[in-house]
């Protein structure tokens, strides 16, 4: 690992200013991404201002009924958190199918929203990859792609987002507060990252020194009917071939409203408003959910390894929706 | 950078740490508690899990700066003056240790386990071992030190 200066920032004024300055800088969380990356080699900082105390740590409850979950929340604290157990159980599901215990505890929600793709040649240095090195090309147009991507990619990059409390919070209409060179701003989580396009490289809107204040989720009572399930290699400890996140609003057997979110398809947490706007007034059923599942696949391009996903995310979609409008009401 | 935290309830100092440096570099190398295993230094394998605020951590990937003032144990913290602890007893008696190299993350991490459960089903011991892995796959023989060291403590908190 190559040297680098560590400050612990103190407030965030002079944390957005130091990194802002310095295009060799970075913020740090929990570290469980990003010190990993150093290790690799992926990623080589100059300076690394922590963070991991800085924002705030606590989850509050907003005048208009939604919910603020500071940056520094540790993933495993905000799926204890009654009020995101009740309300939006979707999150906390989400937060407990990703990583361990042992990394739960570290990572926090801004660094596990700004984490980087698995894909294994962004992560091998010696490969070629134009997310790690722009221009160099990408090694899994040619090489192994069951964790990659179907829909959206480009053909400089088919990588994946491997965050599962992202797929969640892009579900629930989370809106992310930043603090940047240029000021505050707010992003709605859906588009907070980016597809590759011919920039790989940006995995966000995020300009170089904004820093991740807090997370708003909005009030929305249908979330109190959610659930994610995450489909995987190994029961537990790996990451999503494919997700879905899922929220319904039933009045009889009629669906009201709905949300969903896929994870593991593309490069971004993938929002399924075509899917949505399907089941929207429709009945319950399973032909309806299946129609719906085919509105939003069509699209999708399988590669080499991958084809798979596309019949299991129907299905996996076609569960959770099951499930949901078969639970007893709440 | 001069780091001050404390270990296993006593206050270790180090001087010339960089800060970049692992929080399990700093247990292994500068402070002599090699308990913690260093094997994959990715956050796969949990063979150095500690616990940091009373929390089961990797150690391999907090960076010394963050550890400035607070507060780390070890698997070095886990047995008496004399005496190895029940969950220790149990990993000996249930024959849960081959080569022995996950051993302390897994000590540790079940130690953790049971202060926040203490009689866990067998799903939850396998979800919060689940950041551990044995090379010598002895799962099974693992689960049953689990179970036993939870039956042990139980018994130890009634007598
Ligand atoms: C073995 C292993 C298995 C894993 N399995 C899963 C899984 O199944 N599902 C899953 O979702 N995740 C998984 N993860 C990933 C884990 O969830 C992330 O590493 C973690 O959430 C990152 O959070 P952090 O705070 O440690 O981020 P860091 O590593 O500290 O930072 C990540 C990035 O975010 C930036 N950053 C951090 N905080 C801020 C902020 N406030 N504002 C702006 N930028 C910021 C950093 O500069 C860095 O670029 C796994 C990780 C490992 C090592
Ligand atoms: S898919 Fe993207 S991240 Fe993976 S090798 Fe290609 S360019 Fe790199
Ligand atoms: S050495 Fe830290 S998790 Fe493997
Ligand atoms: S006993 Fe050998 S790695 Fe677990």
Redesign the interface.
Known sequence: ?K????Q?ATDTDTAVATVSRNPNARY?G???NL??H???GVSSPEL?V?V?RLSSDTVETLPDGGVRVGAAVRN?DLAAEPIIRQRYPVLAHALLAG?????R??ATTGGNLLQRTRCVYFQDVTTPCNKREPGTGCSALDGYTRYHAVLGSSEHCVATHPSDMAVALTALDAVVHTQGPSGPRSIPVADLHRLPGDEPDRDTVLEHGELITAVDLPALPMAARSNYRKVRDR???AFALVSVAAAVDIAGDTIRDVRIAFGGLAHKPWRATLAENALRGAPATEATFRTAADAELAEARPLSDNEFKIPMARNTLTSVLRDLTQQEGS | MRLKFTVNGRQAEADDV???E?LLYVLRERLGLPGSKNAC???EC?SC?VR?DG????AC???A??V?DREVDTVEGLAGEDELDAVQRAFVDAGAVQCGFCTPGLLV?AD?LLERCPSPSDSEI???L???LCRCTGYEKIMDAVRLAADRRAEEARS
């Open positions: 690992m040297p680098f200066d560590y612990r740090l929990g570290g469980t010190v990993d150093m290790k690799l690394l922590d991991s495993s990583a361990s215990g042992q990394l505890n570290l029961a537990s400890y | 960089w800060e970049g692992s230094e990715q956050g949990g899990t940091l929390v089961a951590a990797c990937l907090v960076a700066g963050q400035q991490a953790d396998r979800e919060s689940a950041g551990n």
